[in-house]
C-alpha cells in the first residue's frame, strides 16, 4: 500500500495525458444537525473539486461551514446529503481510520502519554509498516520539521511552535493523500505564526501533498494558497485564486470580507464604449467595463482602497469621478487613510501610498475629486 | 534576621506604623509549619500506635498498655487460624470488588463523561445517593433484600455490596477524568488508521489510567476495612475488620496490630508507585 502510494507520488507532477483524477471532490454535500427540534444547516449544499498537489484554503468567519466541511472530508462527519470522493472514490460512508487522508487538529491533538518519535510513529504503526522502514520516515520527517535530537521529548515539555510541527510530522509521515488543516496557526502567537506560513508552504512544496486549510484569517489564506473557497453561511460564496478573489470579489461579502473594500451603489444613466456609468450626485460618475447593463438597471459596484485616486483637479474623462469631503485622515506609516464622504452619505475608504511625491494633500474637510479606472469597478451580484 | 531588621529605612514614618512586612512574613511561615507539622501528627499518630503496639510485649489478653518491646508476635503470626482465614476473605472479597468495580466504574465514567443521553440525570442521582446514604441504611436494606430474595448471604453477597458502595467513587474519579480529555486526540488517533478498538487502548485508557487507577485504590481501601455493611450482609463469613470486632471482647491480639501494619504498608508501597509513576506518566 505504501509503496503504490509513494509511485503515485513521484508520477503525479509530471503527469500529462487523461485529465487528472481530482484530490477531493465534493459534490451537493449538506450537514444538518437537530438542534431543540429543529434542522439547522451547518453545510447548506457545497461542491467543489480540489486539485492533486493543490494549496487549498476554505476561508469564512467562525459559524460559516468550513470546519464542518473539512470534518466531512475527514470522516468525522456523515453529511446529510451529498457525495464525497477522494481519488474518484465514493468514501461518503468510509470511516476516518481508512480514509487516506490525514488531519492536523487546531488543538494540536498530540497523544499526551507518548514522546515525539511515538506520536510521530503512530500512523505508521497502525499500518504495520516494517519497523526499519518506520524508524527511517519517521527520522526523515523529523529531519523536515526541524524536529531532529528532540523525539524523547514528550509534548507538553515543547513549545507551542514544536508542537505544531510535531502534529505537522506526525500527520505528513504517513504519506497521505491530502492533508488536512483545522486553523492550525490559530493558537500561535503573530511572530510565529508569520514563521509557520512561510515554513507550511515551503513542506507542501517539498512533499508535494495536497494541503486542505481551513482558517478564519484573510492574509493567511491570501499568502499560502493555490485557490480559496470563501464560505458564508453553510455556502460558498466564491471559488478562486487569491489574486481574483482580493481583485474581482463576486459579492458583498467576499469584498467585506477579504481586505476593505468600498461599496457603491447606483441606476446606470447610459453604456458608453463598452462601459456602463453610472450617475451619482450631480457630476459624479462610475464607470464599470463589467456585465451587459442596461440603462435603468440598479447595480452595486464596489472598488478597493487603493485603487482609489485623490485629487483636488476634475479627473480626466474615462475614469469613475466622484466629488467628496475628507471626514477623516489617518497617518500609518506605509500609506494614509481617508475617508471621504460622498454627497450621498456614502463614505469611502482611500489609501493613499507613502511615496516619495506624495505629501499628505488633503486635509479634514477639504473638498476633493475621487477617481479610478472603469477596470477597477467590479459588479457584485445580486 | 536581623539583617532584614537593619535593612529597614531609618526614617520610618511616625511611631505606631505597621512593623516591616518581611519579619511578619516570615512568622507567619513558621505558624504555618508548625500547624502543618500538627496535622500530619495528628493523623498519623493512631497508626504509629497501631504499628509500635505490635511490638509491645503484653502479657495479658488485651495490648492496650507499653510492657516491652518484643519480635514474638511476628512470629506466632499464623498462631490463630481464624484469623489468618478472616485477613484472606478480606483480601480476596476486597480485590475481586475491585475488580468489577474498577471495570463497571470506568465504563459508566467514560459513558458520563462522554454522552448526553436520557436518563444521565438519575444516574448521577443514584450514584451521588449511594456516596451519600448511611452504611446502616445500606446495610440493613441489603440484608433484607438478600433475605426476602431467598440469597444466603455469604462471600457473594459481600461482594456485591461492596461493588455497590464502592462504584460511584470509581465512576466518579473517571468521569472527572473523561470530562477534561480533548476529544480531538481521540479524533487524531481514528484519523492515523486506529479503530475504535485500538484508539481506546492505545490512546484513551492510558489518558483515563490515572483516574481508574485512583478510583480502584478507593475501591480497594473502602472495601478492605469496611465493617458495617459487611456485618449485615456476611452472614457466617469473617472478615478482617469482624473478626477484630468479635476480639475486642475478650482482648485484640497484638496479631491484630501486625497485620494491620502490613496491609497499611502495602498501601503505602502502592501509593508511593502510582505517585512516582504518574509523575513520569504527564
Not at chain 1, 515554513?199 to 486542505?212: A, M, S
Not at chain 2, 484513551?204 to 472495601?223: C, D, H, Q
Amino acid at each position: 500500500m505504501t509503496e503504490t502510494q509513494a509511485d503515485v507520488e513521484a508520477v503525479a507532477p509530471a503527469a500529462s495525458g487523461p485529465p487528472p483524477v481530482p484530490a477531493i471532490e465534493l459534490d451537493g454535500v449538506v450537514k444538518e444537525y437537530l438542534a431543540h427540534g429543529e434542522v439547522v444547516q451547518a453545510v447548506k449544499g457545497v461542491t467543489l473539486t480540489i486539485a492533486e498537489g493543490e494549496f487549498f484554503s476554505l476561508l469564512g468567519p467562525s459559524g460559516c461551514g468550513k470546519t464542518t466541511t473539512m470534518r466531512m472530508i475527514a470522516g468525522f462527519e456523515d453529511p446529510s446529503r451529498g457525495t464525497v470522493r477522494l481519488h474518484g472514490q465514493d468514501v461518503t460512508d468510509v470511516p476516518p481510520n481508512k480514509r487516506d487522508v490525514n488531519m492536523v487538529f487546531q488543538s494540536y491533538a498530540l497523544f499526551p502519554h507518548m514522546n515525539v518519535w511515538e506520536n510521530v510513529a503512530f500512523g505508521l504503526r497502525r499500518k504495520k509498516v516494517p519497523d526499519a522502514e518506520i524508524k527511517r520516515r519517521v527520522g526523515e520527517m523529523l529531519e523536515i520539521v526541524d524536529l531532529g535530537g528532540r523525539e524523547k521529548r514528550r509534548p507538553r515539555e515543547m513549545s507551542g511552535g514544536q508542537q505544531q510541527r510535531v502534529a505537522l510530522a506526525r500527520a505528513l509521515v504517513n504519506r497521505p493523500r491530502a492533508l488536512l488543516l483545522d486553523e492550525p496557526l490559530g493558537a500561535l502567537d503573530l511572530k510565529l505564526r508569520q514563521a509557520m506560513q512561510i515554513e507550511l508552504k515551503r513542506i507542501q512544496r517539498e512533499v508535494g501533498i495536497t494541503f486542505v486549510y481551513v482558517t478564519h484569517d484573510q492574509s493567511e489564506a491570501l499568502t499560502m494558497s493555490d485557490r480559496i473557497a470563501v464560505m458564508n453561511d453553510g455556502l460558498v460564496e466564491q471559488l478562486a485564486s487569491p489574486r481574483e478573489i482580493y481583485e474581482r470579489p463576486a459579492t458583498a461579502f467576499v469584498a467585506g470580507f477579504i481586505g476593505t473594500s468600498n461599496l457603491i451603489s447606483g441606476t446606470v444613466d447610459r453604456v458608453e464604449d463598452g462601459c456602463a456609468v453610472l450617475r451619482l450626485g450631480d457630476d459624479g460618475r462610475v464607470l464599470t467595463e463589467e456585465g451587459a447593463h442596461r440603462a435603468g438597471d440598479t447595480i452595486a459596484v464596489t472598488v478597493r482602497p487603493e485603487k482609489v485616486m485623490i485629487s483636488t483637479d476634475e479627473p480626466a474623462a474615462g475614469l469613475s469621478a466622484v466629488r467628496g469631503t475628507v471626514a477623516e485622515v489617518v497617518y500609518l506609516g506605509l500609506y494614509n487613510s481617508y475617508a471621504v464622504r460622498l454627497p450621498g452619505g456614502t463614505e469611502v475608504t482611500v489609501f493613499q501610498q507613502n511615496a516619495l511625491d506624495s505629501t499628505s494633500t488633503a486635509e479634514r474637510g477639504d473638498a476633493v475629486w475621487l477617481s479610478w479606472r472603469p477596470q477597477h469597478s467590479y459588479v457584485i451580484g445580486s | 534576621m536581623s539583617t532584614a531588621t537593619t535593612s529597614a529605612p531609618v526614617t520610618a514614618p511616625s511611631a505606631g506604623a505597621p512593623a516591616p512586612a518581611r519579619p511578619r512574613r516570615r512568622l507567619l511561615d513558621r505558624l504555618l509549619k508548625v500547624y502543618v507539622w500538627l496535622i500530619l501528627a495528628w493523623l498519623f499518630l493512631p497508626i504509629a500506635v497501631m504499628i509500635i503496639f505490635g511490638f509491645n510485649d503484653t502479657k495479658s489478653k488485651s495490648n492496650v498498655t507499653w510492657q516491652g518491646f518484643t519480635f514474638k508476635w511476628w512470629g506466632m503470626l499464623d498462631q490463630d487460624p481464624k484469623l489468618i482465614e478472616a485477613v484472606v476473605n478480606s483480601l480476596e472479597i476486597a480485590v475481586l470488588a475491585t475488580v468489577i468495580t474498577t471495570v463497571i466504574g470506568t465504563l459508566m465514567g467514560l459513558a458520563m463523561g462522554r454522552y448526553r443521553f436520557r436518563g444521565l440525570g438519575t444516574v448521577n442521582l443514584v450514584l451521588f445517593a449511594a456516596i451519600a446514604s448511611p452504611e446502616l441504611v445500606m446495610g440493613s436494606s441489603l440484608l433484607s433484600l438478600f433475605v426476602s430474595a431467598g440469597v444466603q448471604p455469604g462471600f457473594v453477597t459481600v461482594v456485591i455490596a461492596h461493588v455497590l458502595f464502592s462504584l460511584s467513587f470509581v465512576a466518579i474519579t473517571v468521569r472527572a477524568r473523561v470530562v477534561g480529555l480533548d476529544p480531538s486526540i481521540e479524533e487524531a488517533a481514528r484519523d492515523l488508521g486506529a479503530s475504535t478498538w485500538v484508539t481506546f487502548w492505545r490512546v484513551t485508557f492510558p489518558m483515563i489510567l490515572p483516574g481508574v487507577i485512583s478510583g480502584a485504590l478507593l475501591a480497594f481501601a473502602l472495601s478492605i476495612d469496611d465493617f458495617v455493611i459487611t456485618q449485615f450482609t456476611s452472614g457466617a463469613l469473617q472478615t478482617f475488620p469482624l473478626w477484630i470486632w468479635g476480639a475486642t471482647r475478650i482482648g485484640v491480639p497484638p496479631q491484630v496490630n501486625i497485620l494491620g501494619t502490613l496491609i497499611f504498608a502495602v498501601g503505602v508501597v502502592i501509593a508511593v508507585v502510582n505517585m512516582v509513576t504518574a509523575r513520569r506518566r504527564t
